[in-house]
């Protein structure tokens, strides 16, 4: 008899102990999708590829093979739904801005004037980071990469 009520005692603990842990990974699997925004880090890799070796090495190359890339991505980051943090008037101002602007930096490579290109380049960059900041909040993010 005592060995039956300790071995349903230890089946209802095992129950509590899966049930509890299913709780919490859901709950973690929600705030991990709360701390996601896809365009952004869609965005992000493509801004990586063309201004890190810019900034490393004064190389454009990138940057122009990119240009056309950083457009799409830009309207794309725009038009797609935002983030219920980042749903807001500013936002959406910098993400048309960016887009904008990543406009005129494709057109600015096909004009073929590398000290032009640049300073668009470093304009697109700098307005992704603001971007960024709105979205980590101005704090507790790291870069990879140093500016």
């Known amino acids: 008899m005592k060995q039956r ?3 349903c005692m230890m089946c209802v603990i095992a129950t509590l102990a899966l049930a509890c842990s299913g709780k919490k990974q859901e709950a973690h699997e929600h705030d991990t999708a709360a701390d996601e925004w896809k365009e952004m880090d869609d965005f ?3 801004m990586a590829e063309a201004f890190h070796p810019y900034k490393d ?3 454009l190359a990138p940057a122009k093979e990119k240009a056309e890339a950083l457009a799409t991505g830009a309207e794309q980051w725009k038009n797609a739904p935002l983030p219920e ?3 807001n008037d500013e936002v959406k101002a910098a993400l048309g801005q960016l ?4 406009t005129a930096f494709a057109a600015t490579v096909k004009e073929g004037d590398d000290k032009a290109i640049g ?6 960059h700098d307005e992704f980071h603001h971007i960024q900041e709105m979205w980590y909040g101005g704090h507790g ?3 990879e990469h140093q500016h």
């Open 5 to 7: 009520n300790l071995f």
């Open 44 to 46: 992000h890799m493509l």
């Open 57 to 59: 090495s004064a190389n």
């Open 85 to 87: 943090k980042v749903n």
């Open 99 to 102: 887009a904008t602007d990543a």
């Open 119 to 124: 300073e668009s380049l470093n304009k697109i």
């Open 141 to 143: 993010h790291e870069h």
